[in-house]
C-alpha cells in the first residue's frame, strides 16, 4: 500500500468529486506529512523504541489506507494525505534501524536489499494492479480495503515474529578482538642484543621480489 497513493490519490480524489487543483495538492500534504512524519516519529522512538514505532507506522498506513478507500469528500482526503504521508515517514526512516536492531548488522546488509527490491517491485506491479481492479470493480473501495487488509495482515506477521535481537557477536561488522599488549622496550631492547643491552631495536627491512616469471 506504501507506493499506491503516489500514482493513484489524485485520480481517485477526482473520481470521489474533487477538483483537479485540490486532488493534486493532496500530493503536497503527502510530502508535508512525511517530512514531519520522519522528524517526530524518529524521536518518538527513541523514547517508546523502534519496534513499537515501526510497529505503528504499518498500523496506521493499514488504517490510513482504509480511509482513503471510502473518502467522499475534500476533509477525508486531506486527512488520508497528511495521516498516511506521516506514518509513511515513519516507516522509511525506521526501517533500516529497526531491520539492524533485529539480524544484526551483518545480516542487515544483505536483508535490507531484499526489501528495496521487493518494494521497486511493487512500485512497478502495484499501480497497474490497482487500476485494473478499480476498473474492474467501478471504483477504488474495494480494491483499497483489499490492500488495506493485507497490510494489516502484514503487520501482524511482523508483530508475531517477535522482538529476539540479533546476538551480541553479531551486531558488529566485524568481531571484535582484544589487542595483544605490547613489550616494553627493555624487552625490545634485550631481544635485539646478544649481550642484553638495552639498545633500541633495528628498523625493519624490506625486499621486493620480482614476480613469478618475471626472470
Not at 485520480?11 to 508535508?32: K, M, N, V
Not at 529497526?98 to 512500485?123: E, N, P, S
Amino acid at each position: 500500500p506504501v507506493s499506491l497513493p503516489f500514482a493513484h490519490l489524485p485520480h481517485a480524489a477526482q473520481h470521489a468529486g474533487l477538483p483537479r487543483t485540490e486532488a493534486l495538492a493532496l500530493l503536497s500534504l503527502l510530502g508535508i506529512g512525511s517530512i514531519a512524519g520522519r522528524f517526530l516519529l524518529g524521536a518518538l522512538a527513541d523514547a517508546i523504541g523502534r519496534r513499537t514505532t515501526f510497529l505503528g507506522c504499518c498500523a496506521a498506513v493499514a488504517g490510513a489506507t482504509l480511509l482513503w478507500a471510502w473518502a467522499r469528500d475534500g476533509a477525508a482526503f486531506t486527512a488520508f494525505a497528511i495521516a498516511f504521508g506521516a506514518a509513511y515517514g515513519g516507516f522509511v526512516a525506521l526501517l533500516p534501524a529497526t531491520t539492524t536492531d533485529r539480524f544484526g548488522r551483518r545480516a542487515a546488509a544483505g536483508i535490507l536489499g531484499v526489501l528495496y527490491t521487493g518494494r521497486g517491485l511493487a512500485l512497478l506491479l502495484a499501480a497497474p494492479l490497482l487500476s485494473l481492479l478499480a476498473e474492474a470493480t467501478g471504483g477504488y473501495a474495494g480494491p483499497l480495503t483489499l490492500a488495506a487488509a493485507l497490510d494489516a495482515l502484514g503487520t501482524a506477521l511482523l508483530a508475531g515474529a517477535g522482538a529476539q535481537p540479533a546476538p551480541p557477536s553479531q551486531r558488529h561488522a566485524w568481531p571484535m578482538r582484544p589487542a595483544a599488549p605490547l613489550p616494553a622496550p627493555s624487552q625490545l631492547g634485550a631481544a635485539a642484543s646478544p649481550g642484553g643491552a638495552n639498545v633500541p631495536p633495528p628498523h625493519p627491512t624490506f625486499r621486493l621480489h620480482p614476480p613469478p616469471g618475471s626472470a
